[in-house]
């Protein structure tokens, strides 16, 4: 039996001493991989960071679980004033966003 960790790979990098996060996704965001990202994002909640980076770049697939971490992320990033980024050509994606209305959510940077 394949495990979450099978569809889905999760980098996390943080930077100037917690101040900066990029997450670096590559697989599938769905129901059995999305808690992954939600954990991977952690020290993004940590009060002093400022910066939260999502590459979505390598992400082959995203449902609505995927996109139900990212704008629970953005909403306790935005109300402490810190800034979130989706980052990374990716059509699909881009396409799933315009689709959920959510392009005017997030800041878009490829």
């Given amino acids: ?9 999760v980098e996390c ?3 100037g001493e917690g101040m900066s996060v990029c997450l670096r996704l590559d ?12 954990d991977a994002m952690s020290p993004a909640l940590d ?13 082959t697939f995203m449902d609505s679980s995927g996109l139900r971490v990212l ?3 953005r909403n306790a990033l935005d109300a402490r004033g810190a ?12 396409r ?3 689709i959920s209305g959510l392009t005017s959510v997030f800041t878009f940077e490829p």
């Avoid at 039996?1 to 790979?9: F, G, I, K, Q, T």
């Fill in 83 to 94: 800034e979130m980024v989706i980052a990374g050509d990716n059509d699909r994606l881009r």
């Fill in 47 to 59: 009060p002093r960071c400022t910066r939260l980076v999502v590459d979505l770049a390598d992400v």
């Fill in 1 to 9: 039996m394949n495990s979450a960790e099978d569809y889905l790979r």
């Fill in 27 to 38: 697989g599938e965001v769905d129901a059995s991989t999305a808690h992954l990202v939600e």
């Fill in 13 to 15: 990098e943080v930077s």
């Fill in 96 to 98: 799933l966003f315009e």
């Fill in 71 to 73: 704008v629970v992320a």
